[in-house]
């Protein structure tokens, strides 16, 4: 692997932010300015067939820009940080191989920290048992009984984690079931953790109401670009809501309103309000993350040029550059 010059330790570069606030522009721009290419950390781009809904770049905007992370999974195949970690490991290899930068972007922070501060999955400890019980629990009770459950076991992972993600709520309630230790600390000493890269780790961020008016009018350019038809062809192709894919942000709202359980106007207005509740979520997690250079949209006046220029001083800065 190749690693740089001055720290021994492979160059990285991360962007990241909140949903929205308009990320893939500006790592297109980084990507070339650095010889780079790009490693999508998102949760959901990984899916095919999840395109409108994930905000999936398309193959012609890519510039000729290698993307990676991206249409690697079905659906209803199984999606976790650790095969993250491993999947963009292999593709980051590749990337180093042809003296490439490696540009992480994408909205999901525990796999951007799984990746940055190298964490080690191989000791992972699962119970099946307990697993399959609070399964049962979420089917007979709801996820909100399980998040409530976290409240009790570990207030702080409450917060951070979304009443309706129940694959995480469960995830952290098996860790404290095991080790009797709350994830959320086990989550704080992570961040503590060096870089195992020589890595710049930048956040776009935006002022509050102009992120949330951003985030209605992408709600309302999804829609207008076929959401609905989107969710309807993977329902005939017989995903529910019972898949982890399923449970993202504009698929299980649709879904619900196509298995008539809520109003079309109920279901983008709670689309809306979901997206803004999330982005403040991974603002929160941004914040409490260490290293992190932010790029306030605002104080460059929303120039691009301007924010790469200076992405690419701090960058310069710290002995980061194309190969």
Not at 158 to 181: D, P, S
Request: glycine share 6%; charged share 30%.
């Amino acid at each position: 692997m190749n690693t740089d010059i001055l720290s021994g330790r492979p160059p990285l570069v991360v962007l990241t932010g909140p949903t929205a606030v308009g990320k893939t522009r500006l790592s297109l721009a980084l990507a070339k300015a650095v010889d780079g290419e790009v490693v999508s950390a998102d949760s959901m781009q990984v899916y095919r067939y999840m395109d409108i809904g994930s905000a999936k770049i398309k193959d012609k905007e890519m510039q000729g820009i290698p993307h990676h992370m991206i249409d690697i999974l079905d659906p209803w195949e199984s999606f976790h940080v650790a095969c993250f970690k491993q999947r963009s490991l292999e593709c980051m290899a590749g990337i180093y191989e042809r003296k490439h930068i490696p540009v992480i972007t994408g909205g999901t922070g525990f796999y951007i920290q799984a990746l940055l501060r190298d964490v080690d999955f191989t000791q992972e400890q699962e119970d099946h048992a307990y697993r399959e019980q609070l399964e049962r629990l979420a089917a007979e009770r709801g996820t909100e009984y399980l998040h409530n459950l976290l409240k009790e076991a570990d207030p702080a992972a409450a917060e951070e984690i979304h009443a309706n993600n129940k694959k995480r709520i469960i995830r952290a309630l098996e860790f404290y079931h095991l080790t009797g230790r709350r994830i959320s600390e086990h989550n704080r000493l992570e961040r503590q953790k060096e870089s195992a890269y020589n890595s710049c780790y930048f956040v776009l961020n935006e002022d509050r109401d102009r992120l949330y008016a951003r985030i209605d009018r992408r709600v309302d350019e999804m829609l207008a670009e076929g959401l609905v038809e989107e969710v309807r062809r993977l329902k005939e192709m017989g995903c529910h809501r019972g898949m982890v894919s399923m449970q993202g942000l504009g698929y299980k709202e649709i879904l619900a309103w196509l298995d008539g359980e809520i109003t079309y106007t109920e279901a983008v207005e709670i689309l809306k309000r979901d997206t803004r509740h999330f982005a403040k979520r991974q603002l929160t997690w941004f914040r409490r993350e260490k290293d992190v250079i932010w790029i306030n949209k605002n104080d460059f006046g929303g120039d691009e040029s301007r924010m790469l220029e200076y992405m690419l001083e701090r960058m310069a800065a710290q002995g980061i550059r194309a190969f």
